[in-house]
């Protein structure tokens, strides 16, 4: 007979946190198997402590077996018909419902279990347990025996014979639980509280109900470049994975590299739309599909909030709210919205920030009533308005370099001295202690500029030169252009299809040129789930192609003359350190992965790119709807500063000559945020004094204010995990 003996030495009353933690610790290892040898082994308790938890279900018979970090919570669901659980009181489930199956106390202790029980029942019935009352009493276990039942062998008889109950005797901790997670993420105070907070609200502490909208969470954790909010989310995403409520959480953020730098996905994927698309996503109530994609989700993580505009923002409000049927006036749908970023960072292209301050705008003084646009936009504002929990994070967790430090901190308000940029021009390269881009660590380190334009020409001329360096011919993929079914005749034209930015082609490069180790980065999504998404990060390795659809013709002045030109590419072998494959394909390493051309539909003006000589005399526009074939792959020896955005850099090559009509603090600020040292930075050429000087703008200092009056707000009421 296997006796299932342990002692509870863990100080006597747990807390919520710990409660899965003292259960898990009723180790199954092994267990099942010996149940299986011990067929008769079983205990009649149910009529003992649980008349009404029938205890015979296939799913528990499952969670005996599976000694996994599985919650018997859906179990529970399904078997206990006589307690109302409330879905945010899960975390006491598992103690109401397991412990009769796994635990038997002495009699002794019977009656001690069936005051808690009761005391824990009426709670969860009610929905308000009060401070204390998260806590159980496990005093009433510590003499506790514990045995397990095979509930398909039921037999009083053979409970009879047991005889006497060996006592506990240890308690293994081996569940990760908020602590675990803490610490296995190293967070640091503010961290912490930031996510006790969260995780405590998703394990349904009231105490985490703030103000009078039902519960819902709707926080802000700002901090500047480096004080650890991926980092926070990485520790979160480890918690709704554990307690294997994934489906109830989605990651966004604005960009694919921001999206990809916390393994989530970018707001436009997430609501079903295009890029630059032009026809927005219709939204109808009853729409079954949307409704099934949103049916789980009750967390919103959103990252790098600086660059989501209040439009995208808006949309995003009115899709959670069709799809969750809920009255519009709550916001984002009843779903708990936790954004993370830093207000002086880059913001949204060709929409406004969060932090817009709509006061009397020169149009409504002009009284003009305000367009579609202004009216959701003020709405999204609305919804920032709400942000009912703030938990600021300060302390710096990349830069180590204390002098740079504080350089740091007073471009952030444009108050840098003359010293500070004595320091900087002492890394512009050509001084004694950064002589050559050339040399070990620079030729390897990405280089980020301003414009698209310039990151696609340095990307071609460090491809050529590496092709060059290794003694290769130049090879550039040619993509595939069609217009209205047909294929594109005219030379001028397909050229200067193939020359546009890939930003104004939905990112399918025209002419991708590949040097075997060269960086990549994936523009489009093709396996979310496989983290085969857009943003990762990649090294080329080969190239399949159709051997006859290789030409030598000169399609570019860009690239040298005896460059090979391949015109039908089948797929590119990237090795994707970061991608969840576990390819067991016979002939691929581990990490190859076969990236496929993808197709896409962009639109182009051609007046924009046919020359000035060619062009029509009438000064209508003529929009061109153009389909692509290509690699969805751009190369990454240089990204744009906007790109580099919530990426720690080991070592950069940054630009501070700022293109001309640039006032914005983040073209300074996010180049030079984003290394541990200033050692690790060089920049590419002199520049001048003032980009030190810029200054946040005035609603950026505004909503950066009422964040911070918000924080103390939120220190008094959770001042407990802020020690
Ligand atoms: N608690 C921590 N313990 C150890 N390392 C940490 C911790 N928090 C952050 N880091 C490390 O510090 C660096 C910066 O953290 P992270 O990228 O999370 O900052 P961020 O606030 O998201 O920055 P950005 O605003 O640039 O996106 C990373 O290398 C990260 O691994």
């Known amino acids: 007979m296997l006796h299932f003996t342990r002692t509870f030495n863990t100080p006597p009353r747990l807390s919520q946190d710990n409660i899965y933690a003292a259960l898990r610790t009723i180790d199954l290892t092994g267990l099942a198997e010996n149940i299986n040898k011990s067929p008769a082994w079983s205990t009649p ?44 009181n899960r975390q006491l489930i598992p103690f109401l419902c397991a412990t009769p199956h796994l635990v038997q106390l002495n009699t002794k202790w019977q009656e001690q279990l069936k005051i808690e029980k009761e005391r824990v029942r009426r709670s969860l019935i009610t929905g308000n347990y009060d401070k204390d009352d998260d806590t159980l009493d496990l005093f009433a276990a510590r003499d506790a025996v514990v045995t397990v039942m095979n509930p398909n062998n039921y037999s009083a008889n053979n409970f009879e014979n047991y005889g ?49 909208n039902n519960g819902q969470l709707i926080m802000c954790i700002p901090g500047c470049g ?77 990252d790098e ?54 006061t009397l705008s020169s149009k409504s003084k002009s009284c003009k009533l305000p367009t579609e646009k202004e009216i959701q936009q003020r709405v999204a504002r609305s919804l920032i308005l709400q942000i009912n929990c703030v938990v600021k994070l300060t302390q710096q967790m990349r830069t180590e370099d204390s002098r740079y430090l504080q350089l740091l901190e007073r ?71 069609t217009c209205n079914g047909k294929s594109i005749e005219d030379p001028i034209l397909i050229r200067k299809l193939l020359e546009l930015s890939d930003s104004k082609t939905e990112h399918l490069p025209g002419l991708l040129p590949f040097v075997p180790g060269m960086p990549v980065i994936l523009t489009q999504n093709i396996a979310i789930e496989l983290g085969l998404i857009n943003g990762i990060n990649g090294i080329f390795r080969q190239l399949v192609y159709q051997s006859d659809s290789v030409s030598a013709d000169v399609l570019s002045e860009i690239f040298p003359k005896n460059t090979q030109y391949i015109h039908r590419p089948l797929y590119a072998l990237i090795e994707i350190a970061k991608s969840k494959v576990d390819s067991n394909l016979e002939v691929l390493q581990p990490k190859l992965i076969p990236i496929p051309v993808m197709e896409q539909t962009f639109r182009v003006d051609i ?41 720690t850099l080991n070592k950069v090559v940054i630009d501070l000559k700022l293109p001309n009509e640039t006032e914005d603090i983040a073209a300074v600020y996010v180049p030079l945020s984003r290394v541990k040292r200033l050692a690790d930075l060089i920049i590419l050429r002199q520049f001048d004094y003032k980009v030190l000087l810029i200054k946040p703008s005035k609603s950026q200092v505004t909503e950066m204010e009422r964040l911070d009056q918000l924080y103390l707000e939120t220190q008094k009421c959770f001042s407990h995990w802020f020690q």
């Open 607 to 647: 007046f924009d790119i046919i020359p000035k000589d060619k062009k029509p005399k009438s000064n209508r526009k003529a929009i061109l709807s153009i389909k692509r074939r290509a690699l969805p792959l751009v190369p990454a020896y240089c990204i744009t500063t906007h790109k580099s955005q919530g990426q």
């Open 226 to 302: 480096g004080t650890g909010k991926s980092q926070l989310i990485r520790a979160l995403t480890k918690y709704f994975l554990v307690t294997k409520r994934m489906q109830m959480m989605r990651k966004l953020a604005p960009t694919g590299i921001a999206a990809a730098e916390i393994d989530g996905m970018t707001i436009h994927s997430f609501l079903g739309e295009q890029r630059n698309s032009r026809k927005p996503r219709t939204i109808k109530p009853g729409d079954s599909k949307l409704e099934k994609e949103w049916r789980p989700v009750e967390y919103l993580l959103i």
């Open 411 to 481: 471009l952030r308000h444009g108050q840098c001295n003359y010293d500070d940029y004595e320091l900087l021009l002492t890394r512009v390269v050509g001084q004694p202690s950064v002589d050559s881009l050339c040399d070990t660590p620079w030729n390897k380190a990405p280089i980020l500029v301003f414009r698209n334009e310039v990151r696609t020409q340095l990307n071609n001329k460090a491809a050529i030169h590496n092709a060059a360096q290794l003694g290769r011919v130049s090879i550039v993929c040619v993509a595939q252009d």
């Open 164 to 212: 006497s109950v060996l006592p506990v005797l240890k308690v293994i901790n081996n569940f990760p639980t908020q602590t675990s997670i803490i610490n296995e993420f190293t967070l640091n105070r503010e961290q912490r509280a930031a996510f006790m907070i969260i995780t405590s609200h998703l394990d349904g502490d009231t105490r985490c109900h703030i103000g009078d």
């Open 45 to 88: 308790i149910k009529q003992q402590l649980s008349p009404s938890i029938p205890y015979a279900s296939p799913l528990l018979n499952k969670s005996l077996q599976t000694p996994t970090h599985d919650r018997p919570t859906s179990m529970h669901y399904q078997s206990s018909s006589d307690i109302s659980i409330d879905r945010t």
């Open 305 to 358: 909030m600086s660059m989501v505009g209040l439009t995208l923002l808006a949309k995003l409000n009115r899709i959670i709210s069709t799809a969750k049927h809920v009255d519009p006036q709550v916001p984002f749908g009843g779903v708990n919205v936790i954004f993370f970023g830093d207000y002086l960072q880059y913001r949204p292209v060709f929409d406004a920030p969060l932090h817009t301050h709509f």
